[in-house]
């Protein structure tokens, strides 16, 4: 059972672009919502993360977005550069990832 | 480093062979996991141990035996294992009061031959 829903799973853009990454998830009880960014040959880290009790939290370039009456949450990448290519998940608690975006930043 | 240290990096095993892999953290977490991360799927959740206790397994087989000795040591043991058992198997740490992130190892990329 997949509790949380991300799309899209793969994404292209130019340098400079802003690409945003969407989830999606169904259990009210909820209470943090991080994202990882995972380079090839590593594992996924931690990037920034979201209490449901603010609406955006800014962290450099990158931006999460949150709507609890909708039950979802957005990660936007301002000024994308081509190092920011790598895959993004979602996740909540109780051990549960969104499947992954791979994002590519095109030169 | 990331916190979490994993051995071997690379792991190639024969079907019959029995191996095993090492996880350790020294963040003062005491929570780990066990992840399977294959191409074009999401993180496979495989085992929890919370507290040195393991808390969850998620309908892993057999083939596939988890060890948490202390609260900063994870082991894997594999035997008989499949070629479909070929993955990026990472580890993770995290600390039970949370909620937190996870601290997740660089993985041991296994091949099943």
């Known amino acids: 059972q997949q509790q949380v829903k991300q799309s899209p799973q793969s994404l292209i853009v130019q340098k400079g672009g802003i690409p945003i990454i969407n989830c999606a998830y169904e259990?009210?009880?909820?209470?943090?919502f991080p994202w990882y960014q995972q380079f090839p040959g590593k594992g996924p880290a931690l990037l920034i993360a979201?209490?449901?009790?603010?609406s955006e939290k800014k962290e450099g370039r990158f931006t999460i977005s949150f709507n609890k009456s909708a039950k979802q949450f957005s990660l936007h990448i301002m000024d994308s550069q081509p190092g920011d290519s790598a895959t993004y998940f979602c996740a909540a608690p109780y051990s549960t990832f969104g499947g992954g975006t791979r994002l590519m930043v095109k030169p | 480093e990331t916190g979490v240290t994993q051995t071997p990096r690379h792991l190639v095993m024969g079907m019959t062979n029995k191996k095993s892999l090492k996880c350790e953290q020294h963040l003062g977490h005491n929570a780990m996991y066990w992840y399977k991360q294959s191409a074009k799927k999401p993180l496979e959740l495989m085992f929890v141990y919370s507290l040195e206790e393991r808390v969850e397994n998620n309908s892993v087989p057999s083939r596939f035996s988890p060890e948490c000795p202390n609260s900063s040591h994870l082991f894997l043991h594999l035997h008989t294992l499949q070629p479909e058992d070929s993955a990026l198997y990472l580890c993770?740490?995290?600390?039970?009061?949370?909620?937190?992130?996870?601290?997740f190892g660089s993985g041991t990329r296994l091949t099943v031959v």
């Open positions: 979201i209490r449901p009790d603010v």
């Open positions: 259990n009210t009880a909820f209470d943090y």
């Open positions: 993770a740490s995290s600390s039970v009061a949370g909620p937190g992130g996870y601290t």
